[in-house]
């Protein structure tokens, strides 16, 4: 069993930024693969980011070049910075990793608003 925490969440101005963190209860960042998908009210989630065990990148073409995910092993935590945030950003952001069962954590709202 994982269990996934989010944090790191919450309401920020239009251009603004956040830095989202996502800390495993197992040692499992250094060799699984971890996602970030986000979804938006009455929207499917999506793909936002992922990260390889050799720390690998995919990003989605709507967030390229303003979020950028990263981990720290030893902290066993994934992070999501996000730049220039639009108010189509907008979503709760969950963690996610295929390890295993699959594993979500319960996620954390992030609002983009003036």
């Known amino acids: 069993q994982v269990r996934l925490v989010e944090s790191g969440g919450g ?5 603004g930024s956040l830095r989202l963190s996502c800390e495993a ?5 250094s060799f699984a693969v971890m996602r970030w998908y986000r979804q938006a009210p009455e929207k499917a989630r999506e793909f936002v980011a992922s990260i390889s065990s050799g720390g690998s990148t995919n990003y989605a ?28 950003d907008t979503a709760v952001y969950y963690c996610n990793t295929p390890y295993g069962d699959n594993y979500w954590g319960q996620g954390t709202q992030v609002t983009v608003s003036s």
């Open 25 to 29: 209860s197992r040692y499992i960042v």
């Open 11 to 15: 309401l920020v101005q239009p251009g």
């Open 61 to 88: 073409d709507s967030v390229k070049g303003r979020f950028t995910i990263s981990k720290d092993n030893a902290k066993n935590t994934v992070y999501l910075q996000m730049n220039s945030l639009k108010s189509d």
